[in-house]
T-cell receptor, first 116, second 111 residues
Framework: AAGVIQSPRHLIKEKRETATLKCYPIPRHDTVYWYQQGPGQDPQFLISFYEKMQSDKGSIPDRFSAQQFSDYHSELNMSSLELGDSALYFC???????????????FGDGTRLSIL | DAKTTQPPSMDCAEGRAANLPCNHSTISGNEYVYWYRQIHSQGPQYIIHGLKNNETNEMASLIITEDRKSSTLILPHATLRDTAVYYCIVSSLTGFQKLVFGTGTRLLVSP
């Protein structure tokens, strides 16, 4: 079965640079979630989108922004990168129709972002 | 969101059943119990979820107490590949179900 696709898998940037992470949800999944997992930490929710609109917001820095496109893929844009942004970034997707309200999120394999 | 409490680590012998407990004493009536696991640094993998009835799928069984204040994930025949961090998460039917990860249980399956 098709899974959540994230790209790139690995990304190396320097401080103050920008980065864009991409997420392609499972077909027919209209809700996308972004999570950040720092070294030795548990995943933390950043932001989610449903039907191209932001649906929830967690501990996402103001330097980060995200959007969802008409084909439901999502991009996480990160600017003025800091050393502390080094982490795994996971995207998850789920369906959102009325009959699927309790359907689980499925995660991609993540993007490992390293800031030098 | 309701909070969960899990033991930080557990050991299990290969081939034996692994029983992972979770306390969620403040769970509300419209919240499901979800279990995910994370193997090394891979993306969290969905295992199973339930509301109040026991559930079983090809991966595991979920036993939820009658008062819904605790649950147990059962891996019937643990293998070395089941070594992972297991997260018990409660999530509401309302809203967009962001997952709030706790510290999880690190399960080590040994030969």
């Amino acid at each position: 079965a098709a899974g959540v696709i994230q790209s790139p898998r690995h990304l190396i940037k320097e401080k103050r640079e920008t980065a864009t992470l991409k997420c392609y949800p499972i077909p027919r999944h209209d809700t996308v979630y972004w999570y950040q997992q720092g070294p030795g930490q548990d995943p933390q929710f950043l932001i989610s989108f449903y039907e191209k609109m932001q649906s929830d917001k967690g501990s996402i820095p103001d330097r980060f922004s995200a959007q969802q496109f008409s084909d439901y893929h999502s991009e996480l844009n990160m600017s003025s990168l800091e050393l502390g942004d080094s982490a795994l970034y996971f995207c998850a997707s789920s369906p959102r129709d009325r009959k699927s309200r309790n359907q689980p999120q499925h995660f991609g394999d993540g993007t490992r972002l390293s800031i030098l | 969101d309701a909070k969960t409490t899990q033991p930080p680590s557990m050991d299990c012998a290969e081939g034996r059943a692994a029983n992972l407990p979770c306390n969620h004493s403040t769970i509300s009536g419209n919240e499901y119990v979800y279990w995910y696991r994370q193997i090394h640094s891979q993306g969290p993998q969905y295992i199973i979820h339930g509301l109040k009835n026991n559930e079983t799928n090809e991966m595991a069984s979920l036993i939820i107490t009658e008062d819904r204040k605790s649950s147990t994930l059962i891996l019937p025949h643990a293998t070395l590949r089941d070594t992972a961090v297991y997260y018990c998460i409660v999530s509401s039917l309302t809203g967009f179900q962001k997952l709030v990860f706790g510290t999880g249980t690190r399960l080590l399956v040994s030969p």
